[in-house]
């Protein structure tokens, strides 16, 4: 756009990429002639054919900025705890569900291919829904089916020949909310941060987590019943979680 001499355009989608980025509501007009110089002879290099310099200089522009910087923003951090309450419950219950398996009714072998189906065909269901429908309403869609499945598994925990579709549902659920908050990353926290995040919520979900096996191995119905809890109180914190 800089190179066809729509500058007011591309004054406006470099100010749209700053308040992204930083996640700040607050703009310095000082700061889009330098980004636009920036551009341009990032946009006249590359025309030249002299691609050895052409890197603007954007992140010398960018705000740089401390965990505790980050942390004083208050929907920021609202959305990084309950965010991580998500992660922790997400994986608690994947893994309880698991371990649990080989207590099941049924053949172990067509629960344990059942799983495995369930999990690959959930990665790409949290994709369309999350497409389709958004980050809301994509999680409660795969908590409800995780849910759902779990009950099924409670009323009729001796039913070796329909255990495989309510296990199929209740980790078609785990496997896809799993998925999906890694893919909502991106629409909940600033991009500058967004690794942090990631780094701060699967880590503490992962040490939290160290306990789905101990879980798993208490004596039916416990462990599905943890199951069913864990997703239902993960519902609640859907509810609580903003994107930017």
């Known amino acids: 756009m800089l ?6 355009e591309a004054s406006r989608v470099i100010e749209r990429m700053y308040h992204i980025n930083t996640g700040s509501a607050s703009y310095s007009a000082a700061s889009l002639p330098l980004l636009e ?3 341009m002879k ?6 030249n054919g002299d691609r050895s310099k052409a890197k603007p200089k954007v992140n010398s522009i960018c705000e740089q900025k401390s965990l505790v910087d980050w942390l004083n923003d208050n929907l920021l951090r609202r959305n990084l705890i309950f965010m991580g309450l998500m992660w922790i419950n997400v994986q608690m219950s994947y893994w309880i569900m ?4 080989k207590y099941l009714a049924g053949n172990i072998y067509d629960n344990l291919i059942t799983s495995s189906v369930a999990d690959i065909i959930g990665t790409f269901v949290s994709l369309i829904l999350y497409e389709k429908f958004g980050m809301k309403q994509s999680f409660l869609i795969c908590l409800s089916l995780s849910i759902l499945g779990g009950l099924m598994m409670l009323n009729w925990r001796n039913s070796s020949t329909w255990m495989p579709l309510f296990l199929f549902f209740a980790k078609l ?7 999906l908050c890694f893919i909502s990353n991106t629409d909940i926290f600033p991009t500058l941060f967004t690794t942090t995040a990631l780094g701060i919520c699967d880590f503490s979900a992962k ?6 096996p101990q879980i798993a191995e208490r004596n039916e119905p416990i462990p599905t019943v943890m199951f069913v809890f864990i997703n239902a109180i993960a519902v609640a914190y859907v ?3 903003k994107t930017k």
């Open 42 to 47: 990032y946009a006249l290099i590359q025309e």
């Open 173 to 179: 659920g785990s496997a896809s909310t799993f998925n």
């Open 207 to 212: 040490i939290l987590s160290i306990g789905a």
């Open 239 to 241: 509810f609580q979680i």
């Open 3 to 8: 190179k066809n001499g729509d500058s007011e």
């Open 98 to 101: 698991s371990f649990e398996m």
């Open 37 to 39: 110089y920036e551009f």
